[in-house]
């Protein structure tokens, strides 16, 4: 029992226990903000995707088509990227991005309502896969707008050289809006790492996500969202524009494998903010991710380039720059969901799978896909999904699947993963098919779809736009 001398000197004590703690109680319930260095990653990687279109993509795709519709690609990838981009903007971002149902998001973010408030000056944050940890949420809006910008001008590949430039801008509105909103709901669309504390309802919290993440489906980067989505699209495209005149008749050489190796390099280059980038944080995930896409890559280069020189006796460049293309698909999906051995395998093995889309397969089904789309976007992504469900697997060099709640490392077998992956595949293919197949007969129906035969023969470069790529 205390004196009562003792007790002023008691309480002396305490309180100055207190006011020496008091700054740190007031720091633990300040509100978490962004660290300076993933802000600045993330942003670098947006910049980075930013690339991998304008000019990126529109170089990879403009050196293969002819030069007198070179013009009219360029035209294409550009504007539709811009058009996608003030979509996403207005509507986009919040139907894929925040709280609805198991296929949509809704409509609380419209225009971008709330990411900022001008009044106070604070900015809004989101969660990243880490707890405690948050990033900008103009950020975050940033990045994805060029994931969903880019994906749509991937299936521009495969109806170039006949399709109206009003044909195309009307279809990517549709497609956009009723294919990768939805899809990239299903997939990415969560509550966030720090909804899931300790005494949250975890089954209420998941019952708020996406479909195919309920599933557990794994696509880090976008595997199904963008390349199967788009690749598939593209294939129903082709049949249904239809042939170019003179396809299977006429030589419609790439004019420029030159302009075609750039666009290459500079995807490998852009793709780097793709993958890594979707770890949302500078950190050791981001690490994986940048190996496992700079490796698998040159894998897939080789893989072509070495199948394609046993079977034509010549290792062309037309073929090292597809087979880059394909280990960049593949391992999109994968990137931080595999180790370095899933890597070699996937990279080695999506140079060969895209190689037999493009020829035997593409022979198979008939259609002018002009630019190889669903040859080397859908298959390499299907790989790649499927591939993911494998290689996840702690005991093959991959990280395994981290618990909501607890952060620890979990497989559920590669078995139970893989048809968990087949799943979120074929739900993607027939949504997507779908989509495009109405997309593309309403456009028909509105606008047609083909320009006439005259212009085709002539080139779009000068008939749809007045102007020419080169001076001849």
Known sequence: MLTAPRRPVLLARLLTVALLAAPALALASDPVVPNKADTAWMLTSTALVLLMSVPALGLFYGGLVRTKNML??????????????????????????TQGNAFIGGFSRLFLSGVFDPRTGSFATVSTFSKNTVLYELVYVAFQATFAAITCCLILGAVVERIK????????????????????????????ADAFTPTADVNALTAQGGLIWRWGALDYAGGTVVHINAGVAGLVGAFVLGKRVGFGREPMPPHSLTLTMVGASLLWFGWFGFNAGSALEANGAAALAFVNTYLATACAVLSWMGAEWILKGKPSMLGAASGAVAGLVAITPAAGNVG?????????????????GVTGLKRRIRADDALDVFGVHALGGIFGALMTGIFNAPALGGPGISDNVTGAQ?????????FIQFKAVCLVVVWTAAVAWVGFRVVKALTGLRVPEEEEREGLDITSHGERAYDL
């Open 340 to 356: 370095i051995p899933g890597a070699f395998v996937i990279g080695l093995g999506a140079g060969l799978v895209c190689l037999w």
């Open 72 to 97: 009219s690609v360029l035209m294409q990838v550009f504007v539709g990227f811009s058009l996608i981009t003030v979509l996403w903007c207005i509507y986009g971002y919040s139907l894929a991005f």
């Open 165 to 192: 430039f009003s044909a195309v801008l009307l279809f990517l509105v549709i497609w956009f809006t009723f294919s990768y909103l939805p899809v990239a709901h299903m997939v990415w669309y969560w509550p966030g």
């Open 410 to 418: 979990s497989y559920p077998g590669i078995a139970a993963q893989l």
